[in-house]
């Protein structure tokens, strides 16, 4: 994780272990958020768009909903937000999965296949015509997931601390310990960033809107993690 090269807040660069986990392959769209009967608060609306203006408290909440529409155990304490990682169902990656996952599989700046022109593989400032794109759209990356890197920054479930990488654990870490008040962290970059921000190490944050009345960006959107299931553990050989 981190990077020698970015912001004070990318390192050290260290190396992490992280528990089996599955991923969306896209970010949430506009449509299935719908689909929840749960208002599209999306500035850029359209069909397969990525919903955006959602804050962090807005995300935990879809990840219950979904939860629950599948038949799972929810992650999210709907009073305080506190997440029972044991649960079966949906929540935010942690940095670390998030971080991995963009990764696919290498530790440069932009994972495998940096290589690619960043014009096949993200929605930017350089292409994106000033709004989101239909997720999926742009090339997927090394592992099969599109638009990590733009589109929209998505949310992580952790508080952000600039320093926490000085003190990261070695084995599935975590951000500080939760609060309401403090920042939560965001990934990726999105429609709006220069190409220089789309990194796999790029650290954001923002206010997640538990305690107060604070409005999401157009440019914050999520995907969803879960634990995998018996079968799929089973089927991994793990």
């Not at 403090?182 to 923002?206: C, F, I, N, Q």
Request: hydrophobic share 30%; glycine share 10%.
């Amino acid at each position: 994780m981190g990077s020698a090269r970015g912001r004070s807040d990318e390192g050290p660069r260290h190396e992490v272990s992280i528990s089996a986990f599955a991923m969306d392959k896209f970010e949430v769209t506009q449509d299935i958020y719908g689909r929840l009967q749960l208002p599209d608060p999306s500035q850029f609306k359209g069909k397969g768009h990525p919903i955006e203006q959602v804050r962090w408290s807005d995300a935990a909440l879809f990840c219950n909903e979904r939860s629950r529409a599948e038949g799972l155990e929810p992650c999210y304490d709907e009073d305080d937000f506190q997440c029972d990682f044991k649960a079966s169902g949906y929540r935010l990656p942690t940095e670390a999965e998030w971080e991995y996952a963009c990764r696919g599989g290498d530790d440069s700046d932009r994972g495998r296949s940096a290589a690619a022109r960043i014009d096949s593989r993200a929605c930017y400032a350089g292409n994106s015509g000033g709004r989101t794109q239909p997720a999926g759209r742009r090339r997927a990356n090394a592992w099969g997931l599109h638009d990590l890197l733009g589109n929209v920054l998505e949310w992580c479930h952790d508080v952000y601390d600039k320093d926490f990488y000085k003190n990261s654990a070695g084995h599935d870490p975590l951000g500080p310990a939760e609060n309401p008040e403090k920042d939560r962290v965001l990934r990726g970059g999105s429609w709006k960033s220069p190409e220089a921000e789309l990194t796999a190490s790029r650290r954001y944050h923002g206010p997640p809107g538990i305690s107060d009345a604070c409005f999401a960006r157009n440019t914050y959107g999520f995907r969803c993690v879960r634990r995998l299931s018996a079968a799929e553990r089973q089927a991994g050989g793990k």
